[in-house]
């Protein structure tokens, strides 16, 4: 398909609405972008110790992040390298109970398919393959677990589905992301703890869940609350914020809650704006990041069809805050779910409007520049 993606009556056009509805575009950006780019899938905190082990569903694909003997964290393809069964059960697609299969995670020394029971270890090395032998030509290190890569920062376990062009096109993290580290630098995101897990269900594209993060155009109409704690949400439609030095508060507010205020300590190291205001980030394509001074908001996105993303937002707190007897999140969560929930249902209504036959395409405002970002991110991927 050609894009047309000039200028229209002073505004940028949004992407085709093809990109937002087509099932074999989401093939395309699942091939090209959610098995090629660092996706973030986890906190190290889920598998802390050695024989921990999680199963995820990137996109179509099962992955398992494991944390070694060694206490390394390795992924691999959810895959027997022998007949191609899936070595563990996805949550939610576990075997019935008078199925019993054998295999699984064997602690810290490894997992076995439950199929003809070979045996790997947690950094993908087969270990034993049942009757087979060296001495005949096989080769045990010739059938390690299909890799994944994973990288770390801010305690997010990233990984990349495929790891040998990443190395290739020497594509780290630090290379794509290194300006948004460096401005959250301060944050101390490796210590913080997930005090809340909520996981939403999204009847929406990815990329109209990202265009929404990106611009604030939309808050004075959706988010009364917020505007009420953040008035420059809603002033000029969110055309002056100031992301790069964080965005003020009402007079005397200072975070994201019901009041602006909060009885929990400015995380340690912050500098004096960071006491005060908010930041946010966007860490392509699948984490949304949203930093006030005594917590973090941390959302992935799972596609799972053209019109619909799993959302998974972690609450983060300080563990010294989280330790004392009065700590209690509720008062930002509960202000966080109802500005989530507004949020999903504005994207619902998007794509229910971008699935009619007369929409071709829609427009981005000036003041939704930031999501020119994924137009170009997108089209520059799926070429
Ligand atoms: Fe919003």
Same mark, same amino acid.
């Given at each position: 398909?050609t894009?047309?993606s000039?200028?229209d009556?002073?505004m940028?056009k949004?992407?085709?609405?093809?990109?937002?509805?087509?099932?074999?575009?989401f093939?395309?950006?699942?091939?090209?972008?959610f098995?090629r780019?660092?996706?973030?899938?986890?906190?190290?905190?889920?598998?802390?110790?050695?024989?921990?082990?999680l199963v995820?569903?990137?996109?179509?694909?099962?992955?398992?992040?494991a944390?070694t003997?060694?206490?390394d964290?390795?992924?691999?393809?959810n895959v027997?390298?022998?007949?191609?069964?899936?070595?563990?059960?996805?949550p939610?697609?576990?075997?019935?109970?008078?199925?019993?299969?054998?295999g699984?995670?064997?602690?810290a020394?490894?997992?076995r398919?439950?199929y003809h029971?070979?045996?790997?270890?947690?950094?993908?090395?087969?270990?034993?393959?049942?009757?087979t032998?060296?001495?005949?030509?096989?080769?045990?290190?010739?059938?390690?677990?299909?890799?994944v890569g994973?990288?770390?920062?801010?305690?997010?376990?990233?990984?990349?589905?495929?790891?040998?062009a990443?190395t290739?096109?020497s594509?780290?993290?630090?290379?794509a992301?290194?300006?948004?580290?460096?401005?959250?630098?301060?944050?101390?995101?490796p210590?913080l703890?997930?005090?809340?897990?909520?996981?939403?269900?999204?009847?929406?594209?990815?990329?109209?869940?990202?265009?929404?993060?990106?611009?604030?155009?939309?808050?004075?109409?959706?988010h009364?609350?917020?505007?009420?704690?953040?008035?420059a949400?809603k002033?000029?439609g969110g055309a002056?914020?100031?992301?790069e030095?964080?965005?003020?508060h009402?007079?005397?507010?200072?975070?994201?809650?019901w009041?602006?205020?909060?009885?929990?300590?400015?995380?340690p190291g912050?500098?004096e704006?960071?006491k005060?205001r908010?930041?946010? #980030?966007l860490? *392509?394509?699948?984490? %949304?990041?949203? +930093?006030?001074? @005594?917590?973090?908001?941390?959302?992935?996105?799972?596609p !799972?069809a053209?019109n619909?993303?799993?959302v998974?937002c972690?609450?983060?707190?300080?563990?010294d805050?989280?330790?004392k007897?009065e700590?209690?999140p509720?008062?930002?969560?509960?202000?966080?779910d109802?500005?989530?929930?507004?949020?999903?249902?504005?994207?619902?209504?998007?794509?229910?409007?971008?699935?009619?036959?007369?929409? #071709?395409?829609? *427009?981005?405002?000036? %003041?939704?520049? +930031?999501?020119? @970002?994924i137009?170009?991110y997108v089209?520059?991927?799926? !070429?």
């Amino acid at each position: 398909m050609t894009v047309h993606s000039g200028t229209d009556q002073g505004m940028q056009k949004s992407l085709p609405s093809d990109y937002y509805r087509s099932a074999e575009i989401f093939a395309q950006e699942k091939e090209k972008i959610f098995c090629r780019e660092w996706f973030c899938a986890a906190r190290e905190t889920q598998i802390p110790a050695p024989g921990n082990v999680l199963v995820l569903n990137i996109a179509g694909e099962s992955v398992l992040i494991a944390c070694t003997k060694q206490g390394d964290i390795k992924a691999h393809y959810n895959v027997c390298r022998h007949r191609g069964s899936r070595l563990l059960s996805e949550p939610g697609d576990e075997p019935s109970k008078d199925i019993k299969l054998n295999g699984g995670v064997l602690g810290a020394s490894g997992l076995r398919c439950p199929y003809h029971l070979w045996t790997y270890a947690l950094d993908g090395e087969l270990l034993n393959a049942p009757y087979t032998k060296e001495a005949e030509g096989f080769r045990k290190s010739e059938f390690s677990l299909y890799p994944v890569g994973v990288e770390i920062w801010g305690g997010f376990i990233f990984l990349n589905l495929t790891p040998e062009a990443a190395t290739h096109e020497s594509k780290t993290l630090r290379s794509a992301f290194g300006d948004a580290m460096k401005r959250v630098e301060r944050y101390p995101l490796p210590d913080l703890r997930v005090a809340k897990r909520i996981v939403y269900e999204v009847a929406a594209n990815w990329k109209i869940v990202l265009e929404n993060y990106n611009e604030c155009y939309h808050c004075g109409a959706v988010h009364p609350e917020l505007c009420d704690v953040v008035p420059a949400f809603k002033q000029r439609g969110g055309a002056a914020l100031e992301w790069e030095q964080g965005i003020s508060h009402k007079e005397g507010a200072v975070t994201f809650t019901w009041t602006g205020k909060t009885n929990r300590a400015p995380f340690p190291g912050l500098d004096e704006n960071e006491k005060v205001r908010h930041k946010g #980030e966007l860490i *392509y394509p699948n984490l %949304m990041l949203s +930093l006030a001074c @005594d917590h973090v908001a941390a959302f992935t996105l799972w596609p !799972k069809a053209p019109n619909h993303t799993t959302v998974v937002c972690d609450f983060l707190f300080h563990p010294d805050e989280m330790r004392k007897p009065e700590f209690t999140p509720n008062d930002a969560i509960d202000f966080w779910d109802l500005v989530n929930r507004q949020d999903w249902e504005i994207c619902k209504r998007v794509q229910q409007g971008t699935q009619s036959r007369v929409h #071709e395409f829609g *427009y981005y405002a000036p %003041m939704e520049d +930031l999501s020119l @970002d994924i137009r170009r991110y997108v089209l520059e991927r799926l !070429k």
